[in-house]
């Protein structure tokens, strides 16, 4: 490996004290415009980078951001990442990027490493893990060392920390009266993820919408032994019902091959309307109508909230909570 051209080195070559050359690198006005020429021609034919870690010692500062996500191949979680970058670039921010894939303990682990090397703070989603036992203790230990944490989507209550979320509950709600004014009369629900938090809060405005109408809440709630498709089957067999609310969007594109596979038509016979607006409802037939949760606009809020509270520029230091607003994307599954 090449050794790196240190600042010492160059003022040496140049006859110039360090100061100077610093100086020049960072275009000071002090300095004309022609030793800052020469400086930067001569650091370009060295290769020189400045070292990072004694930038960070001297700034208190690494300008880096650790971002952990449940699962990278989830269209929700990359859109996110998108937006968190787009954010932190124009910043001038890197982002290191870690996959819990769903376990407490890589979460715990990936927080320890990140915060050990210094990040200036985290964004991050729980993994389902950390949120079906109610394990939360370690990122509080993170907020004890003065490392903040933005939580987006998967949010934990007792965390004391910036959070970036959709109004999930409304859009439960949202959604069932779409199906209601498209007139459906029985509507059945099903989950993937009725463990998380997301699907606890689509659930429940869900159920308050269908109360509204009089109408009972059927749901089922996938077992990952099974098929999904042939547990929607018979779940829509026994009820027939005439609307299926997908609280993910595998469960709305299963529902779609479900609905096939027993001969309706949709959406003349059954209706099907799922969240989140990734690859898979783009591209099933019919497209799916989904609840677009804006997962690039979360990820650049989530990242502008880190970045100012990390730059002084917050107008208030009490943790607050972002709502995203969420929309109904209309394809084919549902009526016009």
Not at 24 to 33: A, H, M, R, T
Not at 54 to 79: C, E, H, Q, R, Y
Request: with cysteine; aromatic share 6%.
């Amino acid at each position: 490996m090449r050794k790196r051209v240190t600042l010492k080195q160059l003022a040496a070559e140049l006859d110039l004290s360090i100061s100077t050359v610093s100086k020049s690198l960072k275009n000071d006005p002090e300095i004309s415009q022609e030793t800052i020429d020469r400086v930067k021609k001569l650091a370009k034919s060295k290769n020189y980078r400045p070292n990072a870690l004694a930038v960070s010692l001297k700034s208190s500062k690494t300008m880096s951001i650790g971002v952990i996500v449940p699962d990278i191949l989830n269209n929700f979680f990359a859109k996110v990442l998108l937006g968190i970058e787009k954010e932190a670039t124009k910043n001038n921010y890197k982002i290191v990027t870690c996959i819990s894939s769903e376990s407490y303990q890589k979460e715990l682990d990936y927080l320890d490493m990140l915060s050990y090397n210094g990040v200036d703070g985290f964004i991050l989603a729980a993994s389902q893990e950390s949120q079906t036992k109610g394990i939360f203790e370690h990122f509080n230990d993170i907020l004890k060392d003065d490392i903040p944490i933005v939580m987006f989507d998967r949010i934990v209550e007792d965390v004391y920390c910036d959070k970036v979320i959709v109004n999930d509950k409304q859009s439960g709600e949202d959604a069932i009266d779409k199906l209601v004014a498209s007139g459906c009369k029985k509507i059945g629900v099903v989950s993937n993820i009725q463990k998380l938090s997301v699907g606890l809060e689509r659930l429940e405005g869900a159920e308050r919408a269908l109360a509204k109408y009089n109408m009972d809440t059927d749901i089922l709630k996938l077992k990952k032994k099974e098929e999904f498709e042939l547990q929607i089957v018979r779940f829509i067999e026994e009820n027939n019902f005439d609307a299926i609310l997908g609280l993910d969007e595998t469960s709305a594109v299963s529902a779609i091959n479900a609905a096939q596979i027993i001969g309706k038509k949709i959406p003349d016979d059954i209706q099907i309307i799922g969240f989140t607006d990734g690859i898979l409802s783009k591209h099933s037939y019919p497209k799916l109508t989904t609840i677009s949760q804006n997962a690039s606009k979360m990820g650049e809020e989530a990242a502008k909230i880190l970045i100012d509270k990390l730059e002084l520029r917050a107008e208030k230091y009490l943790p607050e909570t972002k709502v995203i607003k969420t929309k109904i994307i209309e394809r084919g599954t549902t009526k016009q």
